[in-house]
């Protein structure tokens, strides 16, 4: 029996249970791992339920803020308790619309990536009479890391490319509504080991410091992304990082001296390392049947509602709640989708599971279900489950409903505060 099998019962399957100890004590183990002086945004697309957000706003003295990337996710910061001015907006493709609604909720940062970029952020703020603050996302032309996915180095949509900012900037410096406030750098994501990662902050580091120097930059803030891991869909723990704040310490000491009395402000976000052990998928089997000598294992969750890295072709091994004990069997687990992509895991270990039973993927928290294809044949979602101590403090399930559709008339959802 899965210990998650009371909760299956009340409310269904499949099923996301979150525990929001889990994500209070991530949250501490990477404040912990980052100077004092620091600060840190949690990126919203990792998971927006807002028991999560609220959980991560709340406590540590205000230091952990929110990362967005559209106004959805903004209504959830809005609604976890954060304010507009608590947001940091990031995204390539930002639209006339969403700045509007954005700065009308008070949100007065954005890393922006090219020089259209900054001229928009910055017509939706004269539009609203205020000013906005832009940090320029850079992509470095090198790297150091290479046990990660590379965010930076190679053509992208992301960022000003580094060797190319000294020729823009007179436009940047031009550019009405706006004010240059720093730099961003995100240049990884889930390293694996802490050398790597010590070095890649360290070279982002140095990299900015010479920016603003040469090109004279303003640096109020300097954001220089994460690359925490978490196990995805995996039995594991969180990374660890007992090097790391004595590392950073001594790179900004060297190369940004003033950073102690924020000068400038050092931020680091991160997604997955905060919320991805908080959750797990429950899932029931609802047949067992061979083909051809394969095994295969039809639950009733698929890549409908576990789907985060389905596009890279990514294998999830799984575990079974209180059953993994018992012998093995190589099968294959798939979803109840009409298309042969629905696998969750191919030819992989299993015990022997018959209808009925429960199977538990770990590490489930983040890239789960906002990150699939979830309206995909009109499937209804999961219900989430946030538990504390054993006790659920809410269960909601998202709804997509077609509705008329109303002509864009340029009216903010937010009021604005600022006037």
Request: aromatic content about 6%.
């Amino acid at each position: 029996m899965s210990r998650y099998g009371e909760l299956a019962a009340r409310y269904g399957t499949p099923l996301y249970v979150y525990k929001l100890t889990e994500v209070e004590a991530a949250r501490g183990e990477l404040l912990d791992a980052l100077p004092p002086e620091c600060e840190l945004y949690y990126a919203l697309k990792a998971n927006p339920h807002p028991e999560l957000i609220r959980a991560l706003r709340q406590g540590q003295e205000g230091r952990c803020r929110a990362e967005i990337s559209s106004t959805g996710e903004l209504a959830a910061a809005l609604e976890a308790g954060f304010t507009g001015a608590d947001c940091l907006y990031t995204g390539p493709g930002k639209t006339d619309g969403e700045l509007r609604e954005a700065i009308g909720c008070g949100v007065r940062l954005f890393s922006t990536d090219s020089v259209t970029d900054v001229r928009r952020v910055g017509a939706a703020a004269r539009a609203h009479g205020v000013v906005a603050d832009c940090l320029l996302r850079v992509n470095s032309a090198n790297a150091r890391a290479t046990t990660s996915i590379r965010m930076t180095g190679v053509p992208s949509q992301f960022g000003f490319d580094s060797e190319c900012l000294a020729g823009v900037l007179s436009q940047l410096r031009a550019a009405g509504g706006v004010r240059l406030a720093g730099l961003h750098f995100f240049t990884q994501s889930n390293a694996r080991d802490e050398e790597n990662l010590i070095g890649e902050f360290r070279h982002t580091i140095e990299l900015a410091a010479q920016l603003s120097s040469e090109l004279r930059l303003p640096l109020r803030l300097l954001d220089i992304g994460g690359g925490f891991t978490v196990p995805y869909g995996a039995p594991g723990p969180r990374g660890s990082y007992p090097k790391l704040r004595d590392a950073l310490c001594g790179a900004l000491d060297q190369h940004l001296p003033g950073w102690r009395r924020g000068a400038p402000v050092i931020a680091f976000e991160s997604g997955r390392f905060l919320v991805g052990a908080c959750g797990t998928l429950v899932t029931r089997v609802s047949n067992v049947k061979v083909s051809r000598d394969r095994k295969y294992v039809i639950a009733d969750a698929g890549i409908n509602v576990f789907g985060g890295l389905s596009g890279l072709g990514r294998l999830l091994p799984v575990t079974v709640g209180a059953d993994a004990e018992a012998a093995t069997e190589r099968a294959s687990l798939v979803g109840p989708l009409c298309t042969p992509g629905d696998l969750l895991g191919r030819d992989i270990a299993l015990p022997a599971l018959a209808p009925g039973d429960l199977v538990e993927v770990p590490n489930a928290g983040a890239y789960g279900l906002t990150a699939s294809p979830l309206m995909f044949l009109g499937r209804p979602a999961p219900v989430e489950v946030v538990v504390r101590a054993g006790e659920v403090v809410s269960a909601t399930r998202l709804e997509h409903r077609r509705r008329p559709a109303t002509p864009d008339l340029g009216r903010d959802e937010c009021r604005d505060e600022s006037r």
